[in-house]
């Protein structure tokens, strides 16, 4: 089993959500419960790394989280 670090599931996201989705896209896209799912949002909103459309019930990266994305891309990856 390979084990994904919090920054590598946050950098995911983020990826998933350049286009606009729904909660089941990242959920499946990213290989995530529903609990964990809402947890990332939450410390994804916190942070306003995306924007909600609430007629489409769709999440979209915001100009924060471009940024985010391209700081998460950037750290170099550490394998054990």
Avoid: W
């Amino acid at each position: 089993m390979v084990y994904r670090s919090k920054h590598e599931i946050l950098k995911n996201i983020l990826e998933t959500i350049q286009t606009p989705k729904t909660k089941t896209d990242i959920m499946y896209e990213n290989k995530l419960s529903y609990a964990q799912l809402v947890a990332y949002l939450k410390y994804l909103l916190a942070n306003e790394l995306y924007d909600y459309d609430a007629d489409y019930a769709r999440y979209r990266i915001s100009d924060e989280g471009k940024t985010m994305l391209k700081r998460l891309k950037d750290l170099p990856k550490i394998d054990f």
